[in-house]
């Protein structure tokens, strides 16, 4: 079982590659915000609630975030798996770490895809999705800098981390990443 954690800012393009990775790779795609997304519009508590606190562009309680991704993970099968924006704290890293242990995923990958402040911000207003609004995006980055950033110190420090630009076309980032991980 493949492990690969797609990491970066908001807007870098985590979710377009993901899809496609997965896709080529035969991989399943988790992606924490739109779980979220989907809880939101079915209107679960937890939806109601994730809402709510995406669109203020922070981040949905690190507890909650672990339960959702170690129940996802426990049922999983296949031949991996790409993680899109989790982890996103420190305690979520760990967590993770801990959950690996557990299930005994041992084939790992990290890539962190970069792309400067004014360039996401103009991509965000572009997508305008509902935390798409210019205050919002500010939170995010700022959110980004003070509370994910860190995580990537986290997997540098154990070895992992491959840095890939995030700005260019799709299918050029999306060569590299795949060079990267084969
Ligand atoms: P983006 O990468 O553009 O920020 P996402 O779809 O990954 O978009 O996330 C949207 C929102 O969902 C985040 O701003 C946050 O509020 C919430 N979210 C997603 N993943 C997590 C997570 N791992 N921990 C906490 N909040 C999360």
Same mark, same amino acid.
């Given at each position: 079982m493949f492990q690969l954690i797609i990491f #970066? &800012? &908001? #807007?870098?393009g985590k979710g377009t590659q993901a899809i496609s990775i997965a896709e080529k790779l035969n991989l399943d795609h988790i992606s924490t915000g739109e779980i979220l997304r989907k809880a939101a519009s079915e209107g679960t508590e937890l939806g109601k609630r994730a809402k709510e606190i995406m669109d203020k562009g922070n981040l949905v309680p690190d507890d909650i975030m672990n339960g959702i991704v170690k129940e996802t993970l426990e049922s999983i099968k296949g031949e991996g798996f790409i993680l899109d924006g989790? &982890?996103?704290?420190l305690n979520q890293a760990v967590a993770l770490t801990q959950i690996f242990n557990d299930l005994n995923f041992n084939d790992l990958k990290v890539i962190n895809l970069r792309a400067d402040d004014e360039e996401i911000t103009q991509r965000l207003l572009k997508r305008g999705r509902s935390d798409d609004t210019r205050e919002t995006i500010l939170n995010r980055l700022k959110v980004y800098y003070e509370s994910t950033s860190p995580v990537k110190k986290y997997y540098e420090d154990l070895g992992y981390n491959i840095d890939i630009n995030g700005v260019g076309e799709v299918e050029e980032i999306n060569s590299e990443i795949l060079k990267c991980i084969n």
């Amino acid at each position: 079982m493949f492990q690969l954690i797609i990491f #970066g &800012p &908001p #807007g870098v393009g985590k979710g377009t590659q993901a899809i496609s990775i997965a896709e080529k790779l035969n991989l399943d795609h988790i992606s924490t915000g739109e779980i979220l997304r989907k809880a939101a519009s079915e209107g679960t508590e937890l939806g109601k609630r994730a809402k709510e606190i995406m669109d203020k562009g922070n981040l949905v309680p690190d507890d909650i975030m672990n339960g959702i991704v170690k129940e996802t993970l426990e049922s999983i099968k296949g031949e991996g798996f790409i993680l899109d924006g989790y &982890p996103r704290t420190l305690n979520q890293a760990v967590a993770l770490t801990q959950i690996f242990n557990d299930l005994n995923f041992n084939d790992l990958k990290v890539i962190n895809l970069r792309a400067d402040d004014e360039e996401i911000t103009q991509r965000l207003l572009k997508r305008g999705r509902s935390d798409d609004t210019r205050e919002t995006i500010l939170n995010r980055l700022k959110v980004y800098y003070e509370s994910t950033s860190p995580v990537k110190k986290y997997y540098e420090d154990l070895g992992y981390n491959i840095d890939i630009n995030g700005v260019g076309e799709v299918e050029e980032i999306n060569s590299e990443i795949l060079k990267c991980i084969n």
